[in-house]
């Protein structure tokens, strides 16, 4: 079975830290792997998308990682700001028509002054 | 326009209601999606529309149906609801199936 794990489940980190959000999925074959922020109640918003021959993508201070050999990626997010609080999904596809997205479980980054 | 929008916002509904969600995309997507999600749970995939035809049906319940009457239109009726169903209702929309998908707004579902 398919299966995307996220770490840590939740994080709480002072205003200008950076942080690094975690991503472990088991999806074969692969096709794209992508993050997204979900604010409480909304849609969640693409920051960014890989597919396996990229290693890196970055979206402002948002900076995705990619290994397909580990099966391992990373959001890395800088200088963080308040506006930053939110979940971060991390969303693995396979490759055809068929199309079904494993969706992680999700970081929850809470951002202090 | 790259947005996905949804109505209604909210909505609150008995359990011998019928109404309808409705999802639209301007972007020549022909990939469409419902999911559905609990709080603090990630989006459940419900339904895929590709090509204006039911491609996915995630084992859902009979009383959602979903429908697509146009490229840029998504429904999803809905019909003796009960309280667990109660959650947030997502449409996405991507170019084709397995590209990066636009999520709309969400529509938060509250059944009595």
């Known amino acids: 079975k398919n299966q995307v794990e996220q770490s840590p489940q939740s994080l709480i980190i002072l205003e200008g830290k950076n942080c690094t959000l975690q991503?472990?999925?088991?999806?074969?074959?692969?096709?794209?792997l992508r993050w997204y922020k979900q604010d409480t109640g909304r849609g969640p918003v693409s920051l960014t998308i890989?597919?396996?021959?990229?290693n890196t993508k970055s979206n402002g201070r948002y900076t995705a990682t990619l290994d397909a050999d580990t099966k391992q990626s990373s959001l890395h997010i800088t200088a963080s700001q308040l506006s930053d609080s939110a979940s971060y999904i991390c969303v693995v596809s396979e490759p055809g028509g068929s199309y079904i997205p494993t969706f992680g479980r999700g970081t929850s980054l809470i951002v202090h002054p | 326009d790259t947005e996905v929008t949804q109505t209604p916002k909210h909505l609150v509904m008995g359990m011998t209601n019928k109404k309808s969600l409705k999802c639209e995309q301007h972007m020549g997507h022909r990939a469409m999606y419902w999911y559905k999600q609990k709080a603090k749970k990630p989006p459940e995939l419900m339904f895929v529309?590709?090509?204006?035809?039911?491609?996915i049906n995630e084992s859902v319940p009979s009383r959602f149906s979903p429908e697509c009457p146009n490229s840029s239109l998504l429904n999803l009726h809905l019909h003796a609801l009960q309280p667990e169903d109660s959650a947030l209702y997502l449409c996405?929309?991507?170019?084709?199936?397995?590209?990066?998908?636009?999520f709309g707004p969400g529509t938060r579902l509250t059944v009595t």
């Open positions: 890989m597919t396996f021959s990229e």
């Open positions: 991503c472990n999925y088991t999806v074969s074959p692969f096709s794209n």
């Open positions: 996405a929309s991507s170019a084709t199936a397995a590209y990066e998908q636009y």
């Open positions: 529309y590709s090509y204006e035809k039911l491609s």
